[in-house]
């Protein structure tokens, strides 16, 4: 997929369509700063986003992303209050719509709700395999790498196989009171597949990975970092 740098590189964002926790009444879905830090800084940037939902249609939004001070972060009350940008979650593609189509990065977005539609999903492992190896910009946030889990190129090689990647830590699940009730751990999933998982030293300070073409985020905090990386990576690939 060569461009040049003059040419906006188009990037799938792709969100959760689970609302709620199998083994719990909490709702659940996007975590909604961690789609609009990435999406500003892309924007900014001038590359065009497609945003998709595993399932298409109306994305779920986590309500605790809506509470007062954490909406406040980062412009996102700004993007809340913008019924053209909160529009664009309403009559999303499913990944199935544009698992055929060509992209110059993927991104996946957190919320508890993806460690129930994301691992081993058929159409997200195609999608994001196939991005990889044409040397597309792979990346993820939170509970985001999820997604990664299950996915192989062409030669079986698990993607994260020996790959640097971070992700929402155990410490983390157990500060924001999911340990119980969340279907695994999401460091020691990736772990599995051979990935060399590292955390920050504080639960929730800021956390990005990049191994190549493979940007991982650790928590909310680390989506501008993700985004920051990614405009950067776009920008050598020209």
Known sequence: ????????????????????????????????????????????????????????????????????????????????????????????PSLADVADEEWDAV????????????????????????????????????????GLLGVALSDGTPLVSGRAVTGFSWAEEKLARRNKVVPFRLDEALKEYGAKYTKALRPMAEKVVVDGNLVTGQNPMSATGVAEKVVKLLRKRG
Request: charged share 15%; hydrophobic share 40%.
């Open 107 to 146: 991104y996946l977005t957190g919320g508890h709700g993806t460690m129930f539609d994301f691992p081993h999903h058929p159409d997200l492992a195609r999608i994001l395999a196939t991005t990889f190896e044409n040397g597309g910009i792979v990346a993820a946030v939170c509970h985001g790498p999820a």
């Open 1 to 92: 997929m060569a461009r040049t740098n003059d040419i906006p590189a188009r990037v799938l964002v792709v969100t959760t369509s689970a609302t709620s926790y199998e083994a719990a009444g909490y709702r659940t879905g996007l975590w909604l700063g961690e789609l609009t830090h990435f999406f500003d800084v892309l924007d900014e940037a001038g590359h065009d986003q497609t945003i998709a939902s595993v399932e298409g249609g109306l994305v779920p939004i986590d309500p605790e992303s809506l509470a007062a001070p954490i909406l406040a972060l980062g412009g996102t009350k700004k993007r809340y209050e913008d019924p053209a940008f909160m529009a664009l979650l309403e009559q999303t």
